[in-house]
């Protein structure tokens, strides 16, 4: 079914999240009487297509105040694809649950997840969330899904595919979002699995993805991507998010609390050996809407 369908088919229920910031809102409805969720994000100007945003594009003006040299007021542009497009569409469909509750808004906790917390409540959780919930994630690494949208991939065990992330619309290289799924992901679920004999290979894979990223797209230089990882991730697969550092729009996605940044993660392993990640207290924010924090919530 395509993308124009599921739109023209989707039936509005009620607003999930509105974000100021972040210029996108979230609506929950149907499609074909199963839930579906409609993500709408204002688009970004494509700064290579800008002298087509001429006077004969913007439309519908009208006043809304003045003072001495200074005016301002509202409008309307003419849109085209995809140089000045004005939304970007993402559709989950059908949504489950834990979509509803993901985009929906809600109120934030501070937690500090002992070591203890970890292997009590944590690993559980986690091993509820794995399965089939990841074979999208598989289809892309193993099954040759999104084929057409892959910049870079290497199959070997220590590899990983390099892809767009779905915030992206891929046109606009300042709002560029890329996200590398590790081919190790089975048994590196997050940065909790990693130990100081990870740390060579994210190093080498941390240059292999700037190495990439700056050959693909030619006005960007290695030090202007912002690699890291999550904790807690969306999904239990290793994966790293690379983002070029002026992107305005990714809200808690790179807050403290949520991102952590390779080169952090890669210089604790330093000193936390072995055991990594799991002998350490992981501080970080949990919206009341998600699963773990019902489990941790009369625990910290």
Same mark, same amino acid.
């Given at each position: 079914?395509?993308?124009?369908?599921? *739109?023209?088919?989707?039936?509005?229920?009620?607003?999930?999240?509105?974000?100021?910031?972040?210029?996108?809102?979230?609506? %929950?409805?149907?499609?074909?009487?199963?839930?579906?969720?409609?993500?709408?994000?204002?688009?970004? !100007? #494509?700064?290579?297509?800008?002298?087509?945003?001429?006077?004969?594009?913007?439309?519908?003006?009208? #006043?809304?105040?003045?003072?001495?040299?200074?005016?301002?007021? %509202?409008?309307?542009?003419?849109?085209?694809?995809?140089? #000045?497009?004005?939304?970007?569409?993402?559709?989950? +469909?059908?949504?489950?649950?834990?979509?509803?509750?993901?985009?929906?808004?809600?109120?934030?906790?501070?937690?500090?997840?002992?070591?203890?917390?970890?292997?009590? +409540?944590?690993?559980?959780?986690?091993?509820?969330?794995?399965?089939?919930?990841?074979?999208? *994630?598989?289809?892309? =690494?193993?099954?040759?899904?999104?084929?057409?949208?892959?910049? !870079?991939?290497?199959?070997?065990?220590?590899?990983?595919?390099?892809?767009?992330?779905?915030?992206?619309?891929?046109?606009?290289?300042?709002?560029?979002? =890329?996200?590398?799924?590790?081919?190790?992901?089975?048994?590196?679920?997050?940065?909790?699995?990693? #130990?100081?004999?990870?740390?060579?290979?994210?190093?080498?894979?941390?240059?292999?993805?700037?190495?990439?990223?700056?050959?693909?797209?030619?006005?960007?230089?290695?030090?202007?991507?912002?690699?890291?990882?999550?904790?807690?991730?969306?999904?239990?697969? %290793?994966?790293?998010?690379?983002?070029? *550092?002026?992107?305005?729009? %990714?809200?808690?996605?790179?807050?403290?609390?949520?991102?952590? =940044?390779?080169?952090?993660?890669?210089?604790?392993?330093?000193?936390?050996?072995?055991?990594?990640?799991?002998?350490?207290?992981?501080?970080?924010?949990?919206?009341?809407?998600?699963? =773990?924090?019902?489990?941790?919530?009369?625990?910290?």
């Amino acid at each position: 079914m395509s993308l124009e369908h599921l *739109v023209k088919s989707f039936t509005f229920e009620r607003l999930l999240e509105s974000n100021t910031q972040t210029k996108h809102i979230a609506l %929950l409805g149907s499609i074909n009487s199963q839930p579906a969720i409609i993500r709408l994000e204002r688009a970004h !100007y #494509n700064l290579d297509a800008i002298s087509t945003l001429t006077s004969a594009t913007i439309q519908d003006i009208i #006043n809304t105040g003045s003072n001495d040299i200074y005016q301002w007021g %509202l409008g309307t542009t003419a849109s085209t694809l995809p140089d #000045n497009a004005d939304v970007k569409i993402n559709i989950i +469909y059908p949504a489950t649950e834990t979509h509803i509750n993901k985009y929906s808004h809600q109120e934030y906790h501070v937690v500090s997840e002992t070591p203890e917390m970890y292997q009590k +409540y944590v690993v559980p959780f986690i091993e509820t969330q794995i399965g089939d919930r990841l074979q999208w *994630v598989r289809n892309i =690494l193993f099954e040759g899904a999104e084929a057409e949208r892959v910049v !870079y991939r290497d199959e070997a065990e220590d590899g990983f595919v390099l892809v767009p992330d779905m915030k992206w619309d891929g046109i606009n290289v300042d709002q560029l979002y =890329l996200t590398a799924i590790v081919n190790r992901g089975t048994q590196i679920k997050s940065v909790r699995d990693l #130990n100081i004999g990870h740390a060579e290979w994210l190093k080498a894979m941390a240059l292999k993805i700037r190495t990439v990223v700056v050959e693909k797209y030619q006005d960007i230089k290695p030090d202007q991507l912002r690699l890291f990882v999550h904790y807690h991730p969306s999904y239990y697969h %290793l994966h790293i998010h690379c983002v070029i *550092v002026s992107h305005p729009g %990714l809200g808690d996605g790179i807050g403290a609390g949520k991102a952590i =940044l390779l080169e952090e993660v890669i210089d604790q392993l330093q000193w936390l050996g072995e055991e990594g990640f799991k002998k350490k207290t992981m501080t970080y924010t949990l919206g009341e809407n998600h699963k =773990l924090w019902m489990i941790l919530k009369d625990h910290i």
